[in-house]
């Protein structure tokens, strides 16, 4: 009978134990660090394949020009685009954060700025503006 207790009070405590662990959400600032890091490592001069694939989830998708790639769709995407391409920038700000214990959400404003020189040679900057979610 005493074997039976005992084993009945391990079993509980280590339930209670492992049952009640809470892992720490992610703060707001980890959130607006990692959608930096992401476009730093999308920056045209220093893009980095490898990187970029650190910073995401196995299930990566991105919605971009009205399609949904997945992370390696995403890089034959940046391939085709960035022709003659040269520089690339964006100003995040306006961050709006979301989280639980689980999962977190932005949605944030991107000033854009592109350089890019044609066939014969004439450069162009682009300014674009536009609002985010991830």
């Given amino acids: 009978m005493k074997t039976t207790v005992t084993a009945k009070s391990v079993a509980l405590i280590t339930l209670f ?9 992610i703060t707001e600032s980890e959130v607006i660090k990692a959608i930096n890091n992401f476009f730093s ?9 490898n990187r970029v694939a650190d910073l995401v989830t ?25 022709q003659g391409l040269t520089s690339t920038s964006w100003e995040l700000s306006n961050y709006t954060v979301s989280t639980d ?28 503006e536009w609002l985010e979610s991830a």
């Fill in 58 to 82: 196995n299930d990566f998708r991105i919605y971009e020009m009205e399609n949904d790639f997945t992370l390696e769709q995403f890089f034959e995407y940046i391939d085709n685009q960035s």
């Fill in 101 to 128: 214990e689980h999962s977190a959400h932005v949605h944030y404003s991107n000033k854009g700025e592109f350089m890019i020189t044609d066939d014969n040679g004439n450069e162009q900057t682009l300014h674009i």
């Fill in 41 to 49: 490592a999308l920056d045209v001069e220093k893009f980095d394949r």
């Fill in 17 to 25: 134990v492992f049952g009640c662990t809470h892992s720490p959400s």
